[in-house]
């Protein structure tokens, strides 16, 4: 003779068996970040002269633009992909998507010689004027 607990204590295993293999065939998720379009960041280089400084941008490529008298010049930035980032049971990040706004370098330089070196991740923090260009303060 079978007793009530027996059918309760099925479900119960039933249920905790379906909740492990869950949780187990759950694992690893990866996700591919969107292409983020090419831009431009207007920068504006504040000093006495600033006619004697360039700016250099290190990105996939790397390009000089030389500094006019007003100080503002304007940088290309590519498109780009971040790599994939990976994260367990789909919610939890646990490594991958590496940043290359924070690697790609934006140098300013007067004579060859390096004055100020900032990531297009710090550029991008820096603050803007009305005409929206971030300000580079330098001083000769």
């Given at each position: 003779?079978?007793?009530?607990?027996?059918?309760?204590?099925?479900?119960?295993?039933?249920?905790?068996?379906?909740?492990?293999?869950?949780?187990?065939?759950?694992?690893?998720?990866?996700?591919?970040?969107?292409?983020s379009?090419?831009?431009?960041?207007?920068?504006?280089?504040?000093?006495?002269?600033?006619?004697?400084?360039?700016?250099h941008?290190?990105?996939?490529?790397?390009?000089?633009?030389?500094?006019?008298?007003?100080?503002?010049?304007?940088?290309?930035?590519?498109a780009?992909?971040?790599?994939c980032?990976?994260?367990?049971?789909?919610?939890?990040?646990?490594?991958?998507?590496?940043d290359?706004?924070?690697?790609?370098?934006?140098?300013?330089?007067?004579?060859?010689?390096?004055?100020?070196?900032?990531?297009?991740?710090?550029?991008?923090?820096?603050?803007?004027?009305?005409?929206?260009?971030?300000?580079?303060?330098?001083?000769?």
């Amino acid at each position: 003779m079978k007793s009530a607990a027996t059918p309760r204590l099925q479900i119960l295993f039933v249920s905790v068996v379906g909740w492990a293999l869950t949780l187990a065939l759950e694992g690893c998720t990866y996700r591919l970040p969107v292409i983020s379009a090419p831009s431009q960041e207007r920068v504006r280089v504040i000093a006495k002269s600033p006619d004697l400084y360039v700016v250099h941008v290190d990105v996939d490529h790397v390009t000089d633009y030389p500094v006019p008298v007003d100080g503002r010049v304007i940088v290309g930035i590519p498109a780009y992909r971040p790599s994939c980032g990976v994260y367990l049971f789909n919610s939890m990040k646990v490594g991958g998507a590496d940043d290359p706004l924070g690697t790609w370098a934006i140098t300013v330089t007067s004579g060859g010689r390096t004055l100020r070196k900032l990531s297009v991740r710090q550029m991008k923090k820096l603050t803007t004027d009305l005409d929206g260009y971030r300000l580079l303060k330098r001083s000769d």
